[in-house]
């Protein structure tokens, strides 16, 4: 562009002025209030025919400009219709959550000042306000003072993460050689209830599907230690090296938790990682009755806590602690000059998977700071209270409960009479009154009821069992 000439306007729809941005956002947040109520007395499941919805993008040629009120609207309306509601007080289902409004909050805020989370040097508020959070959760699971971390997109992702680490401290020539620096073929243990991730992860790590030995468990859907200790042992004397113990603390189908000191005794035992998976469960710990349960978590090297489960946050928010916060840095360490970085400890591009990072971590900052722990503690008590009281009316009408789980998930079976789970399932989503899932514990298939929203009230339970028991 030679002197003298103008710059073209920037574009009005993507740089609305402030009077524009005023109407639409006020308009959007009143839309989407009306919408959240619709969706409340509305069907759980999906309405939408997607082939008339694949008409309707097909006049999305990108070519004409629309008004953004109107694509808000449509794309509102469009929502309602086609998902599955996480914030209907019936969707009773996997471990997403009906958002809590602070984390709402949080990604508003987050989109607009938009920092970049890689580098301390460019974010130094968000990245404080980040590591501030991970350490206070560090603390409420008992970890030491200099526990570190940080927030990750996933349970997944922190999962994998505590796989990287573990390889990185059996073997510090794993940086440079990989998988082949180990003197035989790597193995890492979890219990056959697991989360089935792992199977990606020991894929995406390089050390391929035939690592992962899913133990056995004792009928409770908790991992027997002492057929993990057999596998370990076992391994050892063929020549594979064991490096990754993973009990999980609320197993995914049936909220069981593995016994977590035993698995801590014996990783220290055989010099392996222990990494805890508490990816829905962890949030249980902000209550001072069910923490109780997680006894040995603190024993952990690792923990995975999602807030975007139990602690209600919006999606895509994980947490991945460990007490050893050099191996993250042993790990994920980098040179790059360009980087605007003070270099700390604390540079989420040297400690973690990601590069470009959005501002995960205020989500649970803002939920956390406006409940505090006692209300979080409430908040995961009174799920466990709504399934005790889908329990308790079950069990009365004959149904059989399967794990024994005081945490929010329940795994049924119908008494005799009723239709084949899978087809009963089916018949509770089709009718739009509630969603349940089908899941798999200890080898049976059964009824999973899980209490994700926290605004359940005992009227939804009773709705849920009266969409259980129709039998039509
Ligand atoms: C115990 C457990 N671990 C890990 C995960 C994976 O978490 P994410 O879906 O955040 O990747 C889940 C998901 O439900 C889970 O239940």
């Known amino acids: ?19 524009t941005r005023t109407r639409v956002e006020d308009a959007l947040t009143r839309a989407l209030m009306d919408a959240g ?8 499941v999906p309405t939408l025919e997607r082939a008339a919805l694949r008409q309707e993008l097909a006049q999305f040629d990108f070519v004409t400009p629309r008004a953004l009120d109107e694509l808000l609207t449509w794309t509102i309306a469009r929502l309602e219709q086609g998902v599955v509601h996480m914030n209907h007080p019936r969707y009773f289902g996997l471990f997403n959550p009906a958002a809590n409004f602070p984390s709402q909050c949080a990604d508003r805020i987050a989109g607009s000042f938009n920092p970049q989370l890689a580098s301390s040097g460019s974010s130094p508020a968000p990245v404080e306000i980040e590591a501030h959070v991970i350490r206070a959760i560090a603390r409420r699971a008992g970890l030491p003072e200099d526990s570190g971390g940080h927030f990750t997109t996933s349970g997944s992702e922190a999962n994998y993460t505590a796989l990287v680490c573990a390889l990185t401290r059996a073997e510090p020539r794993f940086e440079t050689e990989g998988v082949r620096a180990f003197a035989g073929p790597v193995a890492m243990y979890t219990s056959r209830e697991c989360q ?31 057929a993990l200790e057999r596998a370990i042992t076992a391994d050892r004397a063929r020549g594979v090296v064991p490096v990754l113990i993973s009990p999980t603390a609320g197993t995914t189908a049936a909220g ?3 016994p977590l000191t035993a698995c801590a005794q014996l990783a220290r035992r055989h010099g392996l990682w222990n990494h805890v998976d508490a990816a829905w469960g962890g949030a249980a710990l902000a ?43 042993a790990a994920f360490k980098v040179a790059a000059e360009f980087m605007p970085s003070s270099v700390t400890a604390l540079d989420p591009y040297l400690n973690t998977v990601q590069w470009s990072r959005r501002f995960l971590g205020l989500r649970l900052f803002l939920s956390l700071a406006a409940a505090g722990w006692e209300g979080y503690g409430t908040h995961v008590e009174r799920a466990a209270a709504v399934t005790a009281a889908v329990r308790e009316r079950l069990v009365a009408r004959g149904w059989q409960v399967v794990n024994d789980s005081q945490l929010a998930v329940l795994c049924v079976i119908p008494p005799p009479g009723f239709a084949p ?3 009963l399932v089916k018949r509770v989503l089709g009718s739009g ?11 049976r298939e059964v009824v999973r009821v899980c209490v994700t929203h926290g605004e359940t009230a005992l009227e939804d339970v009773e709705q849920l069992v009266a969409a259980l028991e129709a039998k039509a």
């Open 196 to 226: 089935p991730a792992w199977f990606k992860i020991v894929h995406q790590a390089g050390v391929g599907r035939d690592a992962l030995r899913l133990i056995g468990t004792d009928g409770q859907g908790r991992m027997d230690v002492s």
């Open 287 to 329: 209550s001072e009755r069910l923490r109780k349960l997680f006894t040995g978590i603190e024993l952990a090297d690792s923990i995975t806590i999602d807030a975007h489960k139990w602690f209600a946050t919006t999606m895509g928010c994980g947490m991945f602690i460990t007490r050893h916060p050099q191996v993250l840095s």
């Open 433 to 443: 009154r509630a969603w349940v899932a089908v899941a798999k514990t200890e080898g």
């Open 256 to 258: 069981m938790i593995d």
């Open 37 to 44: 109520e619709r969706v409340a007395q509305g069907s759980v």
């Open 1 to 19: 562009m030679s002197a003298g000439q103008e710059l073209p306007a920037p574009p009005p729809a993507l740089f609305p002025d402030r009077a």
């Open 421 to 423: 789970i899978r087809e």
